[in-house]
């Protein structure tokens, strides 16, 4: 199985920046696809940006234009930069990646608090 670590979160004030980190255990160049994912409070899991092995990217309306995804496969490292955050941004974040051979990992997640 492959081990996900995720950092970077934190507190931040509206309109600030964070760049979270998921470094891998394995190797993120031979992923079929990885992504960001997010949880607020009383509210299911839902996916927030996706990298394809191809590294063609997609993100979900409420940040397009303001986050980034993006991997340096020599650290195995996927990154999500956040700008311009938002008080409605606040959740626990996690990294998924899917290897074609069926293996799909999760990270612990990292929590965000966007908040004055």
């Known amino acids: 199985q492959v081990q996900l670590v995720e950092s970077g979160g934190g507190l931040v004030q509206p309109g600030g920046s964070l760049r979270l980190s998921c470094v891998a255990s394995?190797?993120?160049?031979?992923?079929?696809?990885m992504g960001w994912y997010r949880q607020a409070p009383g509210k299911q899991r839902e996916w927030v940006a996706i990298?394809?092995?191809?590294?063609?990217?997609n993100y979900d309306d409420s940040v397009k234009g303001r986050f980034t995804i993006s991997r340096d496969n020599a650290k195995n490292t996927l990154y999500l930069q956040m700008n311009s955050l938002k008080p409605e941004d606040t959740a626990v974040y996690y990294c998924?990646?899917?290897?074609?051979?069926?293996?799909?990992?999760w990270g612990q997640g990292t929590q965000v608090t966007v908040s004055s």
């Open positions: 998924k990646v899917v290897y074609n051979t069926g293996i799909i990992s």
């Open positions: 394995g190797r993120v160049s031979s992923a079929n696809y």
């Open positions: 990298m394809s092995g191809g590294s063609s990217t």
